[in-house]
Structures are given as C-alpha cells and as structure tokens.
C-alpha cells in the first residue's frame, strides 16, 4: 500500500511543476561573422546609405553579394530600418540571428484532361469565318485574349481583399485554421 502512495504522491508532484517550454525559432546557424559585422556596420555607422555600408564590408574582405542580402534581409525582418533618401539605422544595439525563410511547397501541377482547353479557335473555325465574311484574310482577323471571369476579379481586386478573399477559399475549402 505505501508504494502505491509514493508512487500517487511522485505523479501529483510532477504535475504541479510548471513544465518548461522551448520556445521554437529557426534561426540562420552563424558560420561567418558576415550578418554580426553587416549589422554591426550600420549599428556604428548610422546614417550610412547601403551603398556605402557595402562597399566597407566589402574593403573588409566580406562579399558584395552577401553584404547587400544580407542589409535587404536584416530591413524585412525589423533589424535595421532604411529611410526614404536610403539611409540606414539600426532598431536595436545588439546583433539578433536572422529568422530562417521557409519556402513554400511547390504545388503539384493540375491533372490535364484530354478534352481541348484551348480557348483559341481553331484554324478551321478562322477560315471558315473569314470565308463567310467574304474574303478577308486569316492575318486581317484580330484574336482578342479571352478573359474569365476570375481573370477580371483579379485584375480588380485590392491587395486587401484579395487576402480576405484567400482566407474564406481556405476556411471554405478545409485550409487554413481561424
């Protein structure tokens, strides 16, 4: 009886400590100390231009191409801030890793039917037009592209709409939680 009991007491123990939660962040593994020194280049240099911050890191010895992704990487994610005239300033003092980009999975392509699709007529359907128009020629006809309806709401349709748009298809179609 008494080893059913520590056992009970060593469970409701191990319950009521508070569990310890691993914030999950992916972050770029520093292999080189190019991001620290982009950063670190724009913290001490505020005001630079990325063109000039660029051109220092690279007397450094870091590469053009990775300084200048690197800059374009660190103003998406919040760490540094680029003013309309270009200049550069950093949002914080201390060099923060990049988040990692996940890329999207590639959609599979749609399933072909073996019915024709094509919204073009057909060279025989052009003849015959042009012969019941008398006489113009098959160059003189002027193929207008053919829209759908979906092509028009697309085309109309405002960036914030049309994510509204896509969360409803998703909701609609089983995607996308609430």
Known sequence: MSDLQTAMQQILQS??????TKEESIVFKTTTNTSRATFEMVRDNPGLTAKECIRRLEAQGHK??????LLGQMVRQGHITRTNHGMMYPNGTEYVPLKAFKAPKKAKPAKTSKLRTSTEPSKEALAMAAEAMDGIGMNR??????????????????????????????TYFGGLPK
């Open 64 to 69: 053009k191409s990775s300084s200048s992704s």
């Open 15 to 20: 319950w009521e400590q508070p569990e310890t």
């Open 141 to 170: 006809l002027v193929r207008r592209p053919y829209r759908t309806k979906i092509q028009t709401i697309l085309d109309d349709i405002s960036l914030s709409d049309a994510h509204e748009l896509y969360r409803e298809l998703h």
